[in-house]
């Protein structure tokens, strides 16, 4: 039995009868699963989980999810339908588990319902999908996301981007041109397509960080990711021209709510030796 199949199992085996859905969404249907990539799932149920059953199903995530060879990661979203449907700004969200949880989760309590603004790019994602593994087809039990709502959470999450570009410096990069190719285009791209998009659309000078980025993003697992002296010193630069890029999107709709500003603390000591990426964080 596969990690998907697992992850069906587990869920059908403690949600039920209040399972209304389960989606798969994300690489996995609109552009294919790339080495890294997680395996991403939608569950949508009648009511709130009880605390018994919160804590069985992270017990059951923590045993089928992973970052080791031939293991991925599970992200897996629940939400009850009455929370999104009618739809309102800022959705709350049942349960959210990902690996860049694992450490806190074991040592506290469960994941607890509260607002989720990147329920709006994951519902937007599930329904272009159209991939259910139980249930009916998305559409049948959630609506679609308004334009300005999927703006307000692609933005939601830049402070905290730019907060762990030293440490996840891929998938920053990444998400930051996905959210400059969603504000431009207002598609929810793959992270390799929205990186294609925005490599169209910058400055020569630009280009070679996220070209980097998306290449370990279709070729490399995190473990090793490596990225030279040179490319560093041009993180800052790049993620400083993408955020003035967002920013302009951004103004049209009101006040920008972060700084941008040169000189990002992402490079290092010109001594060091190349520094390799471990993902740390949840990038939607």
């Known amino acids: 039995m596969d990690q998907l199949e697992r992850t069906v199992g587990l869920v059908r085996g403690l949600l039920e009868p209040e ?11 609109l552009g294919g699963l790339n080495p890294a990539s997680d395996l991403d799932v939608l569950v949508v149920t009648r009511k709130t989980m009880e605390e018994r059953t919160r804590r069985a199903l992270l017990e059951g995530l923590l045993e089928i999810s992973g970052v080791t060879a031939g293991i991925r990661p599970v ?3 629940v939400v009850v339908q009455s929370e999104v449907r009618p739809w309102r700004f800022p959705p709350i969200g049942d349960f959210l588990y990902g690996e860049w949880l694992r450490d806190d989760v074991r040592v506290s309590e469960p994941p607890q319902p509260g607002p989720m603004p990147d329920l709006a790019l994951v519902l937007t994602m599930t329904l272009a999908g159209d991939h259910p593994l139980t249930g009916p087809p998305p559409a049948q039990l959630v609506g679609p996301v308004p334009p300005a709502d ?7 999450g830049v402070p905290e981007l730019l907060h762990d570009l030293a ?3 891929r998938n920053v990069v990444l998400t930051l ?8 285009t207002g598609e929810i791209r793959p992270k390799d397509a929205a990186a294609d ?9 630009h280009r070679p960080v996220l070209e980097h980025a998306r290449d370990l993003y279709r070729h490399c697992r995190y473990e090793d990711e490596v990225w030279s002296h040179d490319l560093m010193r041009r993180v800052g630069p790049h993620v400083d021209e993408v955020l003035a ?3 302009g999107l951004r103004r049209r709709a009101g006040p920008a709510r972060w700084a941008v500003t040169a000189g ?5 000591a010109s001594d060091a030796p190349p520094r390799r990426r471990v993902r740390s964080r949840r990038r939607p």
Do not use: K, M, N, Q
């Open 19 to 29: 399972l209304l859905g389960t989606y798969l969404h994300g690489s996995a249907v």
């Open 75 to 77: 992200e897996l979203t």
């Open 150 to 156: 999927l703006v307000r959470a692609s933005v939601a």
């Open 167 to 169: 440490d996840d410096t």
């Open 177 to 184: 041109a996905r959210v400059w190719t969603t504000l431009a």
């Open 197 to 205: 998009w925005a490599l169209a659309h910058l400055p020569p000078e």
């Open 245 to 247: 890029h967002i920013d």
């Open 264 to 268: 990002h603390p992402s490079a290092p």
